[in-house]
């Protein structure tokens, strides 16, 4: 990987190098305050694109209105999904721009100070690194297991940057030349398990994926969200998706009994109701019946919005991009069929 090495080479400003994507959904104050944290977190980001996820139309109106002179709005008028309305941020990120890295967020973090600068401190100390993330204030190193999913690794502390098998989803930055080696998003995942699949990606292509234990967020708004139906859904079909792909089928087996085991469990003791079981049952159905892509919109806690945006939104000097189709977006960026490298080949 020629690049790394040139990277390494320039003289950076530490204002000039990073961009950021926010991804959007239904909270328009939330996205206001994390977007004025990113303005105000230490490194201010070149780029600044908001994603909108098919929000109303008076939602996006009042982020259009109210966000910072230089913050573009994509409107997709739809619900992508995470990954895909990401991607979207991300490519105008590799087409557009000519900073190094790209922040990767959803609409609701709050930033602890001194996140940003440690963020991009780690990723200039260290140019094997493709994707850094912030800690989730559970200071412990994510690890992904067949049979367990995701899970708690060793405990990280403030000042190291661990190596990991995946980003946290809550906070990443991804390095410009690692996107162009190893893609973007797989947007087929929809949202959940698709950064556990970045990971692997990157690794398999001799990048690094490490947290930064100085580097801490939070999620402020843990509130319903999709539902309990989409959440469920969306776990169990991609775990088992994923660790059939990576582990194959008897692993995909283990994987399914015992994620069921332990989601009937989780629903009874949170009292989720039939919601939840019945998204996981059919999370389950459908991993092995190979279905990927959007779950079903009547699903939604709050049904997503379908069509393009419509309105005339305000603000003067400022303009909403409406893309007409996120599918096929990564074109030439998609995943790539896994080459590994030795990093003494690269």
């Known amino acids: 990987?020629?690049?790394?090495?040139?990277?390494?080479?320039?003289?950076?400003?530490?204002?000039?190098?990073?961009?950021?994507?926010?991804?959007?959904?239904?909270?328009?104050?939330?996205?206001?305050?994390?977007?004025?944290?990113l303005v105000g977190g230490g490194v201010l980001p070149e780029e600044i694109v908001v994603v909108d996820n098919g929000s109303p139309v008076g939602q996006v109106a009042l982020l259009v209105r109210q966000l910072p002179a230089g913050v573009s709005v994509v409107a997709l008028g739809r619900n992508a999904g995470f990954g895909p309305a990401a991607n979207i941020g991300l490519?105008?990120?590799l087409r557009r721009a000519e900073t190094h890295y790209s922040l990767v967020l959803p609409h609701d973090v709050d930033l602890a100070e001194g996140c940003l600068p440690a963020l991009v401190e780690a990723m200039e100390s260290r140019p094997e690194l493709g994707v850094a993330f912030a800690d989730v204030g559970d200071a412990r190193v994510p690890r992904f297991d067949p049979a367990l999913g995701a899970v708690p690794g060793e405990r990280v502390v403030?000042?190291?940057?661990?190596?990991?098998?995946y980003p946290h989803g809550t906070l990443m930055v991804i390095r410009r030349e690692a996107a162009l080696d190893v893609g973007l998003f797989d947007e087929s995942y929809f949202a959940y398990g698709e950064e556990v699949d970045l990971g692997f990606r990157m690794r398999d292509h001799g990048w690094d994926v490490a947290v930064v234990g100085s580097a801490r967020v939070e999620n402020r708004f843990m509130g319903p969200g999709p539902g309990p139906v989409v959440v469920a859904y969306l776990q169990h079909r991609n775990t088992i998706r994923l660790v059939g792909e990576r582990f194959g089928a008897g692993a995909a087996v283990v994987r399914t009994l015992l994620g069921l085991r332990r989601?009937?469990?989780?629903?009874?003791?949170?009292?989720?109701?039939?919601?939840?079981?019945?998204?996981?049952?059919?999370?389950?159905?459908?991993?092995?019946?190979?279905?990927?892509?959007?779950?079903?919109?009547?699903?939604?806690?709050?049904?997503?919005?379908?069509?393009?945006?419509?309105?005339?939104?305000?603000?003067?000097?400022?303009?909403?991009?409406?893309?007409?189709?996120?599918?096929?977006?990564?074109?030439?960026?998609?995943?790539?069929?896994?080459?590994?490298?030795?990093?003494a080949a690269s």
């Open 1 to 37: 990987m020629a690049g790394r090495s040139d990277a390494a080479e320039r003289t950076r400003d530490p204002a000039r190098v990073v961009s950021a994507v926010v991804v959007h959904w239904r909270r328009p104050e939330e996205c206001l305050r994390t977007v004025s944290q």
């Open 91 to 93: 490519l105008r990120w």
């Open 158 to 165: 403030s000042g190291d940057v661990a190596p990991a098998d």
């Open 263 to 343: 989601g009937w469990r989780e629903s009874e003791r949170l009292r989720l109701g039939e919601g939840a079981d019945k998204g996981m049952v059919r999370g389950v159905v459908d991993a092995w019946r190979r279905r990927v892509g959007a779950p079903e919109p009547s699903w939604f806690k709050e049904p997503p919005a379908v069509g393009p945006c419509a309105g005339t939104l305000p603000g003067p000097g400022r303009k909403v991009d409406e893309s007409v189709s996120v599918s096929g977006v990564f074109g030439s960026m998609g995943p790539r069929v896994p080459a590994p490298r030795s990093r």
